[in-house]
C-alpha cells in the first residue's frame, strides 16, 4: 500500500513540473529533475519494502579515513 502512495505522489509532483519545465524549453532541468525524482522515488519505495539502503556518508567516511588517519599521526 506504501509503494502506491509513493508512486501517487510522485506522479502528482511530475504532473506539476514537467509540463511547466518543458513550456520553457529547459531540457537540461528536466533530465535533472527526472532523474532525482526516479532516484528519490527508488530509495522511498525500497525503503518502504524494508530493503537495506546504504547511508552515503559511510562511503565518504571510507575515502577519507586512510586522510584522516596520516593527518592524526602527523600530529601526534
Same mark, same amino acid.
Given at each position: ?25 529547459? #531540457? #537540461? ?14 530509495? $522511498?519505495?525500497?525503503? $518502504?519494502? $524494508?530493503? #537495506?539502503?546504504?547511508?552515503? &556518508?559511510?562511503?565518504?567516511a571510507y575515502?577519507? #579515513? ?7 599521526? &602527523?600530529?601526534?
Amino acid at each position: 500500500m506504501a509503494v502506491i502512495g509513493i508512486l501517487a505522489i510522485a506522479g502528482i509532483i511530475a504532473m506539476a513540473e514537467v509540463p511547466r519545465l518543458r513550456r520553457k524549453g529547459h #531540457k #537540461k532541468e528536466l533530465w535533472v529533475f527526472m532523474l532525482l525524482l526516479l532516484l528519490g522515488t527508488g530509495i $522511498s519505495i525500497a525503503e $518502504s519494502l $524494508s530493503v #537495506k539502503v546504504p547511508n552515503p &556518508i559511510d562511503g565518504i567516511a571510507y575515502l577519507y #579515513k586512510p586522510i584522516n588517519d596520516f593527518i592524526q599521526g &602527523i600530529l601526534k
